[in-house]
Each structure stands twice: as structure tokens, then as C-alpha cells.
């Protein structure tokens, strides 16, 4: 095992990828993370952003994470996202129909609460504007 690694990404509706790879990038709190087999075991806070990941004989993929954990052990990493989605069913017109409504939300706010859950729906379709304009961008 000492090429590849098994890579778990699960939200809470369901399991977005689960299969071997040879190498993976997330964005961690303090900076993006390269893991590569064998890495050294670790714990730390995800945020918005893409995972990139090469398996074996393929393309590399993307999936967009909104926040969560990641867990490296030496032939195992999972991370444990708020939400997951693939790069390639990350739907623009519905992110920015998300921020528009968010920016509407925080303009008409009733409450302090629905401020805040207006506040991080904005924040959640911006990262994930970010992201397809960054995967965009790499071609895919």
C-alpha cells in the first residue's frame, strides 16, 4: 500500500467519493494540505474550497467541500464535509440565484438570526462561485 491511500469524502446526505488515490489536496483552515501516501497522521478543520483528487489511471478530480474535517492516517484519509458536491454538478446559475437571495435577505433582515443565516448562505454561494471560476479556469 505504499503508492496509494484509501480516500473517504462523506457529507451528510451521502458518500462522494470512496476509493484508492495517489494523492489528494484539501483546503485546510490555515492553508491548503497535500496529502500523499503515508502522510504523517493529522486532524484539522476544513474550509469552503475544492479537494483535489488523483486515483490511479485517471483524471483528477474535484469535489467542492463546505467546511468539515479532515482525518490522515497513514493509508486512510476521510473527510467529513458540512456538504460535498462534484465539480462537475456544481450549478452556477443556482449559486448566484443563492447569493442574490442571500444579499436580498440581509437587506430586508427581520432579525438578527435571519441576518446571520443570510450572512453564511452569501458566504456559502460565494465560495462555491469561487470554486466553479476556479475549476473554470484548470479546464474542467
Known sequence: ???I???D???AEESIYSGPAEFMAAPA?????GIYP?????LTRIK??????????KDEESVYVSGGMLEVQPDVVTILADTAVRGADLDEA????AKKAAEEAMRDRKSDLDY???QAELVEAAAQLAAIAKLRKRGH
Open 48 to 57: 469552503s474550497g475544492i479537494v483535489r483528487i488523483k486515483a490511479p489511471l
Open 9 to 11: 469524502i462523506v457529507s
Open 94 to 97: 443556482k449559486a448566484l440565484e
Open 116 to 118: 446571520a443565516r443570510a
Open 5 to 7: 491511500f484509501h480516500l
Open 29 to 33: 483552515q490555515m492553508g491548503e494540505v
Open 1 to 3: 500500500m505504499g503508492t
Open 38 to 42: 503515508r502522510h504523517t497522521p493529522m
